[in-house]
């Protein structure tokens, strides 16, 4: 596993600890649940982020996920919002944004995004959404 995927995980586990130990009612906010989505793009190694044709690394992809977020200001509500209104289709072309892996696969982000939050959710204590 390389840095990045040790820092996701820490952090996921520093939100579940803080979670527990705060009892089963805690869970993470829609911002973080964000932040998570995108560092999870940020991190992928050997994978291509296509917008309008043009493949971007995983830090490019992540910073243009970013700042798409904070123009869209208070529009985007929730992680289920980030992933229909920031993270999936350019707003400009209405073309669907694309991630690429190594060995060829290539999927939808709303799809890839759609399951890391999935996987947040999951391992999320306490969280009912």
Not at 102 to 125: A, C, H, P, W, Y
């Amino acid at each position: 596993m390389t840095k990045n995927i040790f820092l996701t995980l820490a952090l996921l586990l520093i939100f579940v600890g803080v979670a527990a130990a705060q009892g089963s009612s805690q869970k993470l906010t829609e911002q973080q649940k964000i932040e998570l989505l995108i560092q999870s793009v940020e991190q992928l190694q050997d994978a291509e982020f296509i917008r309008s044709g043009t493949a971007y690394d995983a830090e490019k992809a992540a910073s243009h996920l970013r700042r798409k977020l904070k123009s869209a200001g208070d529009k985007v509500k929730t992680a289920q919002d980030f992933i229909i209104g920031i993270a999936s289709t350019s707003y400009f072309s209405g073309k669907p944004y694309y991630i690429r892996f190594k060995e060829g696969k290539q999927i939808t982000s709303k799809e890839f995004f759609e399951k890391k939050l999935r996987e947040i959710m999951d391992n999320t204590v306490g969280n009912t959404q």
